[in-house]
């Protein structure tokens, strides 16, 4: 059974850092592209990063381009995201997935990691 276990979110100022991770197992994780999604309270789900299976190349949403950062260490089957010079807009509830894109009907395994930004 894949299962997929976020963690690392939390309450944060403007301009702050958090980083989140994603312990991944019942599957192949070495053989899998991922992604984070984001989900903020009364909107849809939001494609955020990717990464390849091999963590080769990476993918942004333009707006976190240059603040956040993914990445994956495959020998502890653990997805990351760091974000830095965290904005308002970025609260939502984080959740990794596999694959690189968000298909139509997308819907989280995971419980997902609260982001809230906020002075």
């Known amino acids: 059974e894949v299962q997929l276990v976020e963690s690392g979110g939390g309450l944060v100022q403007p301009g702050g850092s958090l980083r989140l991770s994603c312990a991944a197992s019942g599957f192949t994780f070495t053989t899998y592209d991922m992604k984070w999604v984001r989900q903020a309270p009364g909107k849809g789900p939001e494609w955020v990063s990717a990464i390849t299976y091999g963590g080769d190349k990476t993918y942004y949403k333009d707006s976190v381009k240059g603040r956040f950062t993914i990445s994956r260490d495959n020998g502890k089957n653990t997805l990351y995201l760091q974000m830095n010079s965290l904005r308002p807009e970025d609260t939502a509830i984080y959740y990794c997935?596999?694959?690189?894109?968000?298909?139509?009907?997308?819907?989280?395994r995971g419980q997902g990691t609260q982001v809230t930004v906020t002075s």
């Open positions: 997935s596999t694959g690189r894109v968000l298909n139509a009907g997308w819907r989280p």
